[in-house]
């Protein structure tokens, strides 16, 4: 069982920036694909950025040359960054994580993680 613990929502007028984290309850955190999904009020959840235990990433179109997934394995934290944020940003951001090794076609489904976090709270004002 790996436990999720998101941090760094907030509130943040357009065109700014924020630092979303999220913490591993497991040393062996960097042999897991992780992924940040969102979710809108009345909108399914959403792929934002993902990373596979190899490196690779995948994005988003919408958030594409905005945001930066990375991760610190030695202190078993995931990591987005959003840039240049737009009000339809807005939404519950989740922190997702499975220890199968997930590709380029899996890396942003829903399906694809077992392990969630309860979500940090992003909003984004005009």
């Known amino acids: 069982q790996v436990q999720l613990v998101e941090s760094g929502g907030g509130s943040v007028q357009a065109g700014g920036s924020l630092r979303l984290s999220c913490a591993a309850s497991?040393?062996?955190?960097?042999?897991?694909?992780m992924a940040w999904f969102r979710q809108a009020p009345g909108k399914e959840r959403e792929g934002v950025a993902a990373?596979?235990?190899?490196?690779?990433?995948s994005y988003a179109d919408s958030v594409k040359g905005r945001f930066t997934i990375s991760r610190d394995n030695a202190k078993n934290t995931l990591y987005l960054q959003m840039d240049s944020l737009k009000p339809e940003d807005t939404a519950m951001y989740y922190c997702?994580?499975?220890?199968?090794?997930?590709?380029?076609?899996?890396?942003?489904?829903?399906?694809?993680?077992?392990?969630w976090g309860q979500g940090t709270q992003v909003t984004v004002s005009s």
């Open positions: 497991t040393y062996t955190a960097g042999r897991l694909s």
């Open positions: 997702a994580a499975d220890p199968r090794f997930r590709g380029r076609i899996s890396r942003l489904l829903v399906s694809g993680y077992i392990y």
């Open positions: 990373v596979d235990s190899d490196g690779s990433t």
